[in-house]
């Protein structure tokens, strides 16, 4: 069997030939920093909601940094 169809390698087939996803880097990246802390989480409305947004509860967040793209 080959990989040309139903491979399952991200890299592979190349989508565009002039672009390295392994060794680019984004010099033009920002970064967010969200306190630590606890936070009330779920949606608190009375409108449409999703079930998986239910449960309004407290959760316990480190710091986070993270990387905008």
């Given at each position: ?63 986070l ?5």
């Amino acid at each position: 069997m080959s990989n040309t169809c139903w491979g399952h390698n991200a890299l592979f087939p190349v989508f565009n030939n002039e672009y390295n996803l392994i060794n680019s880097g984004n010099s033009n990246a920002n970064s967010i920093k969200i306190n630590g802390g606890v936070y009330e989480i779920g949606y608190q409305g009375d409108d449409f909601c999703y079930d998986n947004e239910l449960a309004v509860h407290k959760y316990m967040l480190m710091i986070l940094r993270s990387t905008i793209i």
